[in-house]
């Protein structure tokens, strides 16, 4: 069974850092994109990155600069740093996978929350 299962989040107080991972089980991610998508309360989920199979990223612009995905597929695993963290970060952070070439292969991992607050 595909498995993408998230973890790091947290409460962190405005202006700090907190580091997500994703790890993957029941497939490797080698050939998969990699991506993080986050979801705040009454909002829909929008992406925050993606990292390509090659190692390619792309930010939704309002983030770049404070976060970055990385990926080590010898760990099947999958980062997001998160920096100078604002009240509206505050959000479920979801971990995603997409085959390279069978589009249908899409998995989603379960969420973690992160909450910045004073």
């Known amino acids: 069974q595909e498995l993408l299962v998230e973890s790091g989040g947290g409460l962190v107080q405005p202006g700090g850092s907190l580091r997500l991972s994703c790890a993957a089980s029941?497939?490797?991610?080698?050939?998969?994109?990699m991506g993080w998508y986050r979801q705040a309360p009454g909002k829909e989920r929008e992406l925050v990155a993606v990292?390509?199979?090659?190692?390619?990223?792309d930010y939704q612009d309002s983030l770049k600069g404070r976060f970055t995905i990385s990926r080590e597929n010898a760990k099947n695993t999958v980062y997001l740093q998160m920096n100078s963290l604002k009240p509206e970060d505050t959000a479920l952070y979801y971990c995603?996978?997409?085959?390279?070439?069978?589009?249908?292969?899409?998995?989603w991992g379960q969420g973690t929350q992160v909450s910045v607050s004073s």
């Open positions: 995603n996978a997409v085959h390279r070439i069978f589009t249908q292969r899409n998995y």
């Open positions: 029941g497939f490797t991610i080698n050939n998969y994109a």
């Open positions: 990292i390509s199979t090659g190692g390619n990223t």
